[in-house]
């Protein structure tokens, strides 16, 4: 199939879009609410997509009887324990806060599972600085200075003399070179999107669609 | 120290903080390398994740907003009441319950399914993808252009007329009582705004000035990667000390006094 | 006045405070169909060496020649995300050079419509570069909405299949550091991009090379290889090149007192 028909949907949508942006009209504005409501719809239907490609993955595993095969029914067993609890037990309302179950499952399996991948944080951040602080050019040298001053600077566990003005120098730090340096990147961050957002709206970008190209 | 009582696993809660627990460590385990234990807690966390967003999207989005105003929408048709069906009152004017409105993003999902179902009439669901895409790059251009572009610029100026009294006034911005130092600040981010963004420039040589810019800008990269490397370091931390004190408390029941 | 005229005949009013957004914009598109036009019209633009992207076919071959795959990851952002669009584009280049190579290549999905959009662009690839029978769907699948639980089963994939290459482009939260960490770990070559500025610095210390920002959303146009699309880099620059003269005329304007800067760029931003 030809993607001129998909082009012509990217470029009607998004000039609708850009225009709500800077027009009160009413019908236009209407427009855009309800795109915001189709949106989520979108969402909803993909993730059945979503969960089908999970499937086959881990059906193929099972069937193949693959290295590991075991933990795909660890897999089911816990996405129906879900499903039963959240979907068919619920009356109706917000899933998580209505039927007992699901919140147990919620609070005992999903929340300390996360909570504790968040957790292993510290321990990368260690080594990530133990392999990259060290100062083998200038610019390596800079990155771990300031690194160890807004350190020392949030947590002042040195004091006297020049220690006692390290809470000012993070500050300093956080509030200049930092912000400088966010401020250049976000600049150029934005213009990136822009040129990115227009390329796919006049059709010069069109890889995101696939399919054979005109 | 003080030992309380550890959890117990014949009540409800108690068997939860000995599941939390078990799941906890397993995840732990991962700093040591790969192991049976790991697999369990990661294959379990994608299997209850996925159940629970299925979950979440048909409450929570699906039924409100496209089935129950389907149902009122067909509702309204049965009784011959075609401009309440669509989503429009006596005058004509939009509601704000599409109701058989929602056919068209009904259309647009099952487009998407059509690359599971039937990859015969799968390309219809570039005409999702498109319009998907095509809104998200439309909403995008001039929130990027205002936020990122516009809001960063005016920023980058708006130090200077602060202190400036008379360009404080006109601009309706509290003065400040401008010092040397802050002063120097101003130019230093100044500068270190300008350079960081000719880092950027793709199209032109790195020679001369403009190499000299790179280099500056560069450095100022590296203090302000560096910065919030650091910043981040406690709330890392504090994260840990979290799950600790949740299986040393919660789970083992061990206080510290 | 024109939007006056609007007004008038059509009841449409313009949003207060959208004049400089609206005035910038019209800048931009101009600027982007003129330097398009001159590509079209066979302009070559030089683009400076990107020391990330000219690492991609070397990262590539580095997986070839080992005998390992590719894994390369879109971020944590669903489809309608701009990085997330734009690590799709750079994914059909990579998967082009995998094609040619016979790399394998693996993309664990964060969001659906992004897996069934990967999957489109990679079949697509394979398609043009005559490989479509080498072509795996099952290699590009879907993991889990949840972030960590994602985090977590990627992590699983990086240490039980070892990738040679490892890309990272798109968004990404505080996920960032584990999965880069996690792959250096193994010891593969890793490729970072994202316009995420809190997760930059994580990027910058775990991984081989990594594209700052702006340079994400250049990447695609610099791997194309396509004048038409390597345009628009021109145009980036034109934008900035205004950007950075007005940043400071203006601060020296504003040092000395005037506000007219400042009320250009509008008050309602």
Not at chain 2, 137 to 152: F, K, W
């Amino acid at each position: 199939m030809n993607n001129r028909g998909p082009l012509l949907i990217a470029f009607v949508c998004g000039m609708l879009m850009m225009a709500e942006s800077f027009l009160d009209y009413s019908w236009l504005n209407s427009f855009a609410e309800w795109v915001q409501k189709y949106y989520i719809i979108i969402a909803a239907f993909a993730i059945v997509l979503g969960v089908a490609s999970l499937f086959k993955l881990h059906l193929a595993k099972l069937k193949r009887k693959e290295d590991g095969w075991r933990y795909s029914l660890v897999v089911f067993f816990g996405f129906f324990a879900m499903i039963i609890t959240g979907f068919f037990m619920n009356d109706g309302g917000l899933v998580g806060t209505k039927h007992p179950w699901n919140a147990w499952l919620y609070n005992n399996v999903q929340l300390p599972l996360g909570a504790t991948m968040f957790s292993l944080l510290a321990f990368f951040i260690a080594s990530a600085a133990y392999r990259a602080f060290r100062a083998r050019s200038l610019e390596a040298t800079l990155l771990l200075v300031a690194a160890c001053l807004v350190m020392l600077g949030q947590v002042p566990i040195l004091t006297g003399g020049i220690f006692d003005n390290l809470p000012e120098i993070k500050q300093w730090i956080l509030d200049i070179p930092n912000m400088a340096s966010k401020r250049a990147i976000m600049i150029g961050v934005g213009l990136g999107m822009m040129s990115t957002a227009l390329k796919i709206i006049f059709g010069i970008e069109k890889t995101y669609l696939g399919g054979s190209e005109e | 120290m003080i030992l309380n009582l550890i959890a117990p696993f014949n009540t409800t809660e108690g068997l939860g903080i000995w599941i939390a627990a078990f799941l906890t460590l397993c995840i732990f385990s991962f700093l040591y390398k790969d192991n049976p234990f790991y697999k369990f807690a990661e294959h379990l966390f994608v299997g209850v994740s996925s159940g629970y967003y299925i979950s979440i999207y048909y409450w929570n989005t699906l039924k409100p907003n496209m089935i129950d105003e389907l149902t009122k929408g067909f509702t309204a048709l049965g009784k011959g009441d075609m401009q309440k069906a669509f989503g429009l009152d006596e005058s004509g004017a939009v509601m704000a319950e599409p109701h058989l409105r929602m056919l068209v993003p009904l259309m647009l999902g099952i487009f998407i399914l059509l690359i599971f179902i039937s990859r015969k009439n799968a390309w219809l669901s570039r005409i999702s993808f498109a319009w998907y895409i095509g809104v998200a790059s439309g909403i995008a251009i001039p929130t990027a252009m205002s936020t990122r572009v516009l809001l960063q610029a005016q920023g980058s100026i708006r130090d200077f007329c602060s202190y400036n009294a008379d360009c404080a006034v006109s601009a309706g911005l509290e003065p400040q009582v401008a010092t040397t130092a802050l002063w120097i600040n101003a130019f230093l981010l100044l500068i270190g705004t300008l350079s960081a963004l000719a880092y950027f420039f793709f199209s032109l040589p790195s020679k001369g000035a403009l190499k000299v810019m790179n280099k500056v800008g560069i450095y100022f990269l590296m203090i302000s990667f560096g910065a919030s490397f650091g910043y981040t370091v406690m709330a890392r931390i504090s994260l840990l000390i979290g799950r600790l004190q949740f299986l040393f408390y919660d789970w083992l029941g061990i206080t510290i006094s | 006045m024109i939007f006056n005229f609007l007004n008038l005949m059509f009841q449409i009013q313009v949003k207060e405070g959208t004049g400089p957004v609206f005035f910038v914009l019209v800048l931009f598109v101009a600027a982007l169909f003129f330097f398009l036009d001159k590509a079209r019209k066979g302009a070559t633009f030089k683009i400076r060496k990107i020391a990330g992207l000219d690492a991609v076919n070397e990262a590539i071959g580095r997986a070839t020649e080992m005998g390992k795959s590719i894994l390369y990851t879109t971020g944590l952002e669903t489809a309608s995300h701009i990085a997330t669009i734009a690590s799709l584009t750079i994914l059909s280049r990579v998967a082009k050079r995998a094609a040619r190579y016979g790399t394998r290549l693996q993309v664990p999905s964060f969001d659906p419509i992004v897996m069934s959009l990967s999957q489109e662009i990679v079949r697509e690839s394979y398609l043009e570069e005559g490989m479509v029978d080498s072509f795996k769907g099952d290699d590009i699948f879907y993991l889990t909405q949840e972030q960590f639980a994602y985090t977590a089963a990627v992590e699983g994939v990086l240490v039980r299949e070892k990738p040679a290459t490892v890309f990272l482009m798109g968004y990404f939260y505080a996920e960032s550091l584990l999965l880069a960490e996690t792959g250096n770990s193994i010891g593969a070559i890793q490729i970072a991009g994202t316009d995420a500025v809190t997760q930059l610095p994580f990027f910058i210390v775990s991984c081989d090379y990594t594209l700052i920002g702006e340079e994400l959303y250049a990447a695609s146009a610099y791997l194309s290889e396509d004048s038409n699309i390597i345009s628009s880099l021109k145009a980036q620059d034109f934008g900035k090149a205004l950007l950075w003269i007005f940043l400071l005329l203006g601060s020296i304007a504003t040092f000395a007192g005037s506000t007219k800067f400042l009320s250009l760029l509008g008050a309602s931003i």
